[in-house]
Nanobody
Framework: QLQLVESGGGLVQPGGSLRLSCAAS????????IGWFRQAPGKEREGVSC???????NYADFVKGRFTISRDNGKNTVYLEMNSLKPEDTAVYYC??????????????????WGQGTQVTVSS
């Protein structure tokens, strides 16, 4: 059974960068779309980015141009490079198996098991 573990979060100043990792174990993630989601205190979980089996990438409007998702099938890992971070990016970030739905709008559908997530805090 595929298990995903997030890492790489931390405290960063506004305008800073972080790279999150989503490491898979138990099975290969090569045949699955992977989505990054986030949940801020008092808010619902929302989709941030998604990468398809073929490497196609999709983003929520609020991170376009700032975040980049990628996958390294050889390392069984998906990454989320986050630049120009804003205080409103503060949240727990999760990776999960997902269908990268983009029509009629970006709305990835998670179907795997949720992990513990990794905390990202953007503050001066």
């Amino acid at each position: 059974q595929l298990q995903l573990v997030e890492s790489g979060g931390g405290l960063v100043q506004p305008g800073g960068s972080l790279r999150l990792s989503c490491a898979a174990s138990g099975a290969t993630l090569n045949y699955s779309g992977i989505g990054w989601f986030r949940q801020a205190p008092g808010k619902e979980r929302e989709g941030v980015s998604c990468i398809t089996v073929g490497g196609g990438t999709n983003y929520a409007d609020f991170v376009k141009g700032r975040f980049t998702i990628s996958r390294d099938n050889g390392k069984n890992t998906v990454y989320l490079e986050m630049n120009s971070l804003k205080p409103e990016d503060t949240a727990v970030y999760y990776c999960v198996q997902a269908l990268c739905v983009t029509k009629p709008r970006f709305a990835p559908r998670a179907f795997g098991s949720w992990g513990q997530g990794t905390q990202v805090t953007v503050s001066s």
